[in-house]
């Protein structure tokens, strides 16, 4: 046990969840969670819920449940509100996106038809292919912000909530590179008064939130806080930040399978990745804009994770392809399909072929919960700005500007447990266990 435990304020009161989208993945983590609190179902895939934490020595046997660790928010003191450009409760809206059963849905009908959506910023020139009624209206980008910085403070005061985080649960808008827009926090607040084409909706509810004292959480590929204007911001306000897109399906796979080759040193010529989607992920992405923005974000994890420049005899010309394609009839459940061509001693060819049929949003429910459990728990811990450990949660995981991300899955676990344990005082885990041999 070491000294150095960090002060963390104690999770008292209500913790109030905002999500930017009432979709599938928003209603989706709702419902589940009211389920979890009425005891009809389990938290499958949440570490915050199911995971254990090692301490000390393997022959201490200490593995306590994560939950009870750290001071959590309980899950019993959540409460809901969400925005969206569509005004159906949770409970229509889960009916719509179809990936839960109805007769599960009807177990928690009166929780979800109680959450209603406050009109979204929203502007179609960054999601071309969704329109809807239930939208702020403003002079400019600058009062937008305003009216969201009410929303969350009438939230806080309905509620008597202690505390907020939101998270971003909406589509991933169209590509974006930093400009200099995004500079300053000064130079972002002059482009909202001048409804500068830079700053998309997403960026202005990561700005009504950091105002408001409340972390912001991006689970799209959305540029969002990604940008030094946030970041700096966040420092200022002493707030967590995180992201980008939610690990679920195909990528989620790519990050435990690459670094298995690359920890045997099997070499890649190719690996052609492709999904088939038919919910309104999909649609939006079948926009070539919105598709340009994913791509990034999936593109990106075998090159960090391989480092062909490091091993260019094994991963330097490999040929890396993704596409998305949008198709009605499969709805939520998502076909992750991936042809990878290896090769191993004396440069003999190998394939390995992967059909991943799942279910998008039942893989980012569990995600939702945690990343704002443990946002929440860096905010009362005093953590400020990016929070890399929690890069297990990303495709595209942010970190400082003069690093590069950290994607494998295995490693970003040990990242996190070993924040764990270091916030709580306890050892990191090396896992070099000599000393039971000596």
């Not at 177990?107 to 910023?121: F, N, R, Y």
């Not at 920890?263 to 992920?281: M, P």
Request: hydrophobic share 40%; charged share 25%; net charge negative.
């Amino acid at each position: 046990m070491s000294e150095r435990k960090m002060e963390i304020k104690p999770a008292e009161g209500k913790l109030g969840v905002m999500m930017v989208g009432l979709g599938a993945v928003s209603t989706t983590f709702v419902a589940g969670v009211e389920a979890v609190k009425k005891e009809i179902a389990k938290p499958i895939g949440s570490l915050t819920q199911m995971g254990t934490i090692r301490l000390g020595k393997r022959t201490e046997e200490r593995s306590p449940f994560v939950k009870d660790f750290v001071p959590l928010a309980g899950i019993n003191d959540l409460v809901f509100a969400a925005w969206d450009i569509f005004e159906d409760s949770a409970y229509e809206a889960a009916l719509n996106a179809g990936v839960l059963e109805k007769t599960f849905l009807e177990q928690v009908k009166d929780e979800l038809s109680t959450l209603k959506p406050m009109p979204a910023v929203f502007d179609q020139n960054y999601v071309k292919r969704l329109s809807g009624t239930n939208v702020k209206k403003g002079k400019n980008k600058k009062e937008l912000a305003k009216q969201l910085m009410e929303d969350i403070e009438n939230f806080k005061q309905r509620n008597k909530l202690d505390r907020v985080v939101v998270i971003w649960c909406a589509s991933t808008e169209i590509f974006l590179k930093s400009q200099p827009v995004h500079d300053t926090p000064a130079s972002f607040e002059e482009g909202l008064e001048k409804n500068d084409p830079g700053i998309a909706p997403s960026m202005i509810y990561a700005y009504a939130a950091l105002k408001s004292g409340v972390p912001f959480i991006n689970g799209a590929p959305n540029l969002t806080v990604d940008i030094p204007a946030m970041r700096e911001l966040a420092d200022h306000m002493t707030l967590p930040i995180g992201g980008k897109d939610f690990k679920t399906g195909q990528t989620l796979m790519k990050t435990i399978i690459a670094p298995g080759l690359k920890a045997r040193l099997l070499g890649l010529n190719g690996w052609f990745s492709t999904n088939i989607l038919g919910n309104r992920d999909g649609e939006v992405l079948d926009d070539p804009e919105s598709f340009k923005t994913k791509e990034e974000s999936k593109l990106s994890v075998l090159e960090y994770i391989l480092q062909p420049e490091k091993y260019p005899d094994l991963y330097s010309d490999f040929y890396h392809k993704v596409r998305i394609n949008y198709y009605p009839p499969r709805g939520d459940n998502k076909e992750g399909w991936d042809n990878i061509d290896i090769f191993g001693w004396l440069g003999y060819p190998m394939q390995i072929k992967i059909d991943f049929l799942c279910r998008d949003s039942i893989l980012a429910a569990p995600i939702v919960l945690d990343l704002v459990l443990f946002t929440d728990l860096a905010m009362r811990a005093g953590m400020k700005g990016v929070q890399e450990w929690l890069s297990f949660y990303f495709k595209s995981p942010m970190c400082a500007p003069e690093l590069y991300p950290e994607h494998d899955i295995f490693i970003q676990l040990t990242k996190l447990k070993n924040t764990l344990r270091f916030l709580m005082g306890e050892e990191p885990i090396t896992h070099l266990g000599l000393e039971y041999y000596q």
